[in-house]
């Protein structure tokens, strides 16, 4: 599908997930996740980037049935999380860069793995991946997540999508972005997940500087803090200079997180809530920006020999 079709996207969600670092906050129910899906397509979501990787609950053939169900184009992931979302055992944690690499190419060329490869009879998914997630640890990256970072860089080189890191309470972006750089992957290919955690606009334009892709979400986590500081963040980092880095996600990781699942605040939020505060800030062509073009150009498919 053309980038420029992709309307305005949520850059950074789940629809099913099922991890050991979140129990007892699972969500896989096809009939709630789609009806979460269809409020949030009504309240005026485009495209949904899943960002469910390997391991923690990615369901393709779920993915699918929401996506025809709702008619929102859905960008499913490949790629790995942190440590902490594998068990002691996972395959995941031993595995070499080469098997890591191979089974996120696999995804992204053939299809993706209906069970994430702990079911070696299962037959690949007609549906592939678009994008690769990585992630480290707070303020460090393990020698597995390291593997990891290099296996997202070599899935990103042969098949030209963007690979999208968790950085943990905000912290290691520099880090991040060198370590990738080191394996060749181009700052466009690069988009850093959560550094909204830690609002720190002097931060955010340097790092944004370097050419990388910022992905707030915090958004309606009120636990963290009040939706005006993020607005204070963006309007801090578009004064800056940087409103072609932006864009926004809602990362909503737990089952209470979804309205179809009885909790809050839902799919709906982003559009319904935020948004239109943003646009009272920055006005509505910067949202347009944040929403539409940006992540046309972060999510685009460039070159890739696969
Ligand atoms: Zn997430």
Not at 155 to 161: D, I, T
Not at 274 to 301: Q, S
């Amino acid at each position: 599908m053309p980038a420029s079709g992709l309307g305005v996207v949520d850059a950074h969600d789940h629809v099913f997930l099922d991890s050991p670092a979140l129990p007892g906050d699972e969500f896989t129910d096809l009939e709630r996740s789609t009806a979460e899906v269809r409020e949030g397509r009504a309240s005026g979501i485009g495209t949904l980037v899943d960002m469910t990787p390997i391991g923690l609950g990615r369901r393709p053939e779920l993915l699918r049935a929401v996506s025809q169900a709702t008619g929102v184009p859905i960008i499913a992931a490949t790629g790995y999380h942190r440590d902490a979302h594998y068990p002691a055992g996972h395959w995941v944690h031993d595995a070499s860069v080469e098997t890591l690499a191979d089974r996120i190419v696999t995804d992204l060329a053939t299809g993706m793995h209906p069970t994430d490869w702990t079911d070696d009879a299962a037959e690949f998914d007609p549906a592939r991946a678009g994008a690769i997630k990585a992630g480290a640890s707070y303020h460090h990256a393990t020698d597995g997540e390291r593997r990891r970072f290099e296996a997202a860089a070599i899935g990103s080189h042969q098949a030209g999508v963007p690979i999208l890191v968790h950085a943990e309470i905000g912290t290691f972006g520099h880090e991040i972005v060198s370590i990738l750089e080191g394996h060749g992957v181009a700052p466009d290919r690069i988009i850093l997940a959560h550094l909204d955690r830690n609002p720190d606009v002097d931060l955010h334009a340097e790092i944004a500087s370097r050419g990388v892709s910022l992905e707030y979400d915090t958004m309606g986590r009120t636990k963290y803090r009040p939706d005006s500081e993020l607005l204070d963040l963006i309007e801090g980092v578009v004064a800056a200079g940087h409103l072609d880095r932006l864009m926004l996600g809602q990362d909503l990781g737990r089952r209470t997180s979804f309205r179809a699942y009885g909790g809050g605040p839902g799919m709906r939020y982003l559009m319904a809530t935020f948004v239109p505060r943003l646009r009272a800030r920055i006005g509505p062509a910067a949202v347009d920006a944040i929403l539409v073009a940006n992540p046309a150009r972060a999510f685009a498919v460039e070159g890739g020999s696969a």
